[in-house]
């Protein structure tokens, strides 16, 4: 099975703070994801990466940035959190294109 | 604009009946679709996914059928059981099958 780990289930910061979220796979996979899930909006994808050092926006990168330096492990960062980023976090990996995305089970951040 | 949309926020049913859940999109150019069910505090689970190559694909109790003209997916479940009991969200990706587009899910709930 493939394991897809989230460093944090719940996570609480102050608003300025420079916030670090973390995934890692084990499953070898080349794709991984980061979402956010919000009430009656679904996920949206922040940005994805497709191999190490790579990566592409989504569909809302901003105020976000990520860092892939091993193939396994995928961070989020929010450069300077703000309340409107308080949300549940997402991660996920997928082996190659047209395969099922993996999710962890999610960081609930809240920013105060 | 919402390229995956489910239309219907809940869905109620009893134990033993169908469950149908529908998503309709708009791109065109969407090459590959997945259902995933999420519990409360949990990760997305994939579920069962078809290509546009096909229109239909089966998995035990859940079945995905694809109307390409009509640009709509469904997915069945029957029997339904009380654990199905979850939020229920459609995905689209293109032919390169990385990004998913997610529609913002539909709550089943199933009674016994």
């Known amino acids: 099975d493939v394991k897809v780990t989230q460093s944090s289930r719940y996570l609480v910061k102050r608003t300025g703070e420079k916030v670090f979220l973390e995934c890692v796979q084990d499953?070898?996979?080349?794709?991984m994801f980061w979402y956010r899930q919000d009430p009656g909006l679904g996920l949206r994808l922040i940005y994805f990466s497709y191999d190490v050092k790579m990566k592409e926006k989504g569909d809302i990168p901003e105020g976000y940035s990520v860092s892939r330096e091993k193939k396994e492990r995928f961070s989020l960062i929010l450069e300077s959190a703000s309340t409107n980023q308080t949300s549940m976090y997402l991660c996920a990996s997928q082996f190659r294109g047209n395969q099922p995305q993996h999710f962890g089970d999610g960081t609930r951040l809240s920013i105060l | 604009d919402q390229q995956v949309k489910q239309n219907s926020p809940s869905l109620s049913v009893q134990e033993g009946r169908i469950s149908i859940l529908n998503c309709d999109y708009t791109n065109s150019m969407f090459d590959y679709f997945l259902w995933y069910k999420k519990y409360p505090a949990e990760g997305p689970t994939f579920l069962i996914s078809i290509s546009s190559i096909k229109d239909k694909n089966e998995d035990g109790r859940f079945t995905v059928f694809l109307n390409k003209s009509a640009k709509h997916l469904s997915l069945h479940i029957v029997p339904s059981q009380p654990g199905d009991s979850a939020v229920y969200f459609c995905?689209?990706?293109?032919?390169?099958?990385?990004?998913?587009?997610f529609g913002k899910g539909t709550t089943l709930s199933v009674s016994s």
């Open positions: 995905a689209a990706s293109d032919q390169a099958g990385t990004a998913l587009i």
């Open positions: 499953m070898d996979h080349e794709n």
